[in-house]
């Protein structure tokens, strides 16, 4: 079946450092990835997306790189501040169509002044 | 710009009862529409989608169902509450077939007692 991992650990980092989080997939050939910002009781926010055929994307200090053949992508915030403290959560499009996106558990970053 | 309205944003209820979660988009027309559910810890489950007024498509057998009455109204509902439905509910809209981003709505806490 498809599968989405993501360290279910919290990352502890100290401010102006680079955060690293990781998303693994099985059993997907997945046109995009996806990777969403969510704060406590709050919806899910989009912020990247990278294509099967992009190495990497970039957006101010966010940076996605997406492997299709090792089926895993590396978010990274360079510079990171006490506000990026969130879980980041990637997402798949499921086969079958209907932008149907898969979610993993998602990832809780904690950055310490 | 678009909005997503989601409510209520808390609610209490005993076992056997009934819910209706509503949601509506406005800003765009013919929407993709979504209701996930998050358990504590856990990751997005997608519970129903639709394409289309009156298309409503499952993914997880549950005691749930959704209707969509109107274009941008999403409407989520159960006859009897299980405790196990307990969790957070999101609903979201997508409006680009391409890209699958997903705009997500406030949230509603649902605590079945």
């Known amino acids: 079946s498809q599968k989405i991992e993501q360290n279910s650990e919290a990352l502890n980092i100290q401010e102006g450092k680079t955060a690293t989080l990781t998303c693994n997939y099985t059993?997907?050939?997945?046109?995009?990835l996806q990777w969403y910002r969510q704060d406590p009781g709050r919806g899910p926010v989009f912020l990247l997306l990278?294509?099967?055929?992009?190495k990497e994307k970039r957006k101010e200090r966010l940076k996605v790189t997406f492997d299709t053949t090792l089926k895993q992508s590396l978010f990274h915030i360079t510079a990171s501040q006490p506000a990026d403290s969130a879980t980041y959560l990637c997402a798949l499009l499921s086969s079958g169509g209907y932008n149907k996106l898969i979610f993993g558990a998602g990832t809780r970053l904690a950055v310490h002044p | 710009s678009q909005t997503i309205h989601q409510w209520p944003a808390t609610l209490v209820q005993p076992v056997g009862s009934p819910l209706s979660l509503e949601c509506t988009v406005e800003?765009?027309?013919?929407?993709?529409l979504y209701w996930y559910r998050q358990a504590a810890g856990r990751g997005l489950q997608l519970l129903f989608y639709?394409?289309?007024?009156?298309?409503i498509s499952s993914e997880v057998p549950q005691n749930l169902s959704a209707s969509r009455p109107q274009d941008r109204q999403f409407i989520l509902s159960s006859k009897k509450l299980l405790l196990s439905d307990s969790g957070f509910y999101l609903c979201?809209?997508?409006?680009?077939?391409?890209?699958?981003?997903?705009?997500f709505g406030e949230g509603s806490r649902l605590t079945v007692l």
């Open positions: 639709s394409v289309g007024i009156g298309q």
């Open positions: 059993n997907y050939s997945p046109a995009y």
């Open positions: 979201a809209w997508s409006g680009q077939i391409d890209t699958g981003e997903l705009f």
């Open positions: 990278i294509r099967e055929n992009e």
């Open positions: 800003g765009t027309s013919n929407p993709n």
